[in-house]
């Protein structure tokens, strides 16, 4: 906040407010405390399961981002300020002109990962129940829909399946698609200590390039862009193949083994083929397919190099499986 600007009474000198990181997916628990002064400052929330009080350079700066400077404070037209009133009915107005001289396709909405569910519904309702055009988007559906189509397909749901703690009693841990020591420093760090503690845990990064993230790698998988789904399948073929499937957890618990199956053999039938379509070293397939079937506790995370894709959903389809 600028010097001389009002907070809200409910919470300034009243102790830290909880609240949630913005930026990347983690989701670190961040307190939020406004001074007497009128001041910001912000802390990583030590209860909080997601980070447990840590947060990276982007949420340690999070109290940067509540100045006003710069920053548009009031409704103007032609750089000129103007009441509210006047600034609404400007904008419905060149929506009204649009649609009646190009038709409702003629417009489009844009709108920001940071935005809340409700207010995601009402863009959604505006758009599609009142314009009359589907032209909607927004940051977050290119991140996550790919994911989103894969767990619908897989559970009928959109729900991850597994928690950040899982990560410490993993005993093999995958990660895909993932740079993870840029981009989620915070669980990274998890992982590393996680590691320390427990030295026999093997990590895997299947990638193309060679990141940060591959300094904690036991074995890095630089596979040809866009083949994980065969390397995936290759793997449900071998496990099926070489007996490891949980066949009580299948028959209770799943559908469609059978044409699943006859899927991933079509595209990944043995280690040979895997190997030649994913441009990798034979001996490096059939190092993670025996890790794999041979550990009891294993964890596959996945991230952009998955879901922004043009197989995305296939690809997450294919891990889940």
Known sequence: MVPGAVASPLHVGRGPVATTCPYCGVGCGVTATIGEAGGVTVAGDPTHPANRGRLCSKGS????????????LYPEIGGERVPWDDA??????????????HGPEAVA??????????????ANK?????????????????????TV?????????????????????????????SNAAWCHPILYQRLR??????????????????????????LHLPLRPGSDAVLFN????????????????????????????????????????????CDLPKAAVTQLYHWFATTERSVTL????????????????????
Do not use: W
């Open 88 to 101: 609404l009915d400007a904008v419905a107005e060149g929506f009204a002109r649009t649609i009646r001289d």
């Open 149 to 177: 189509v894969g767990h619908k397909r897989a559970f009928g749901s959109d729900t991850v399946p597994g928690a950040y703690e899982d990560l410490e009693g993993a005993e093999l841990i995958l990660l895909v698609g």
């Open 234 to 277: 290759g793997l449900l073929t071998y496990l099926y193949d070489q007996g490891r499937l949980d066949e009580g957890f299948v028959d209770a618990h799943t559908e469609g083994l059978d044409a699943a199956l006859a899927t991933a053999r079509g595209s990944a039938p043995d280690i040979a083929a895997v190997a030649t379509l």
């Open 302 to 321: 996945f991230s952009q190099g998955i879901n922004q894709s043009s197989s995305g959903s296939d690809k997450v389809n294919a891990i889940l499986n």
């Open 61 to 72: 700066a999070l109290a940067e981002t509540v100045e006003l400077d710069d920053r548009l």
């Open 193 to 218: 200590e996680a590691k320390q503690r427990a030295p026999a845990c093997k990590v895997v990064v299947i990638d193309p390039r060679r990141t940060a993230t591959c300094d904690l790698a036991d």
């Open 109 to 122: 909405f844009y709108c920001s990962g940071q935005l809340l569910t409700e207010d995601y519904y009402v």
């Open 126 to 146: 505006l758009m599609k129940g009142f314009i009359g055009a589907a032209n909607i988007d927004t940051n977050s559906r290119l991140c996550m829909s790919s």
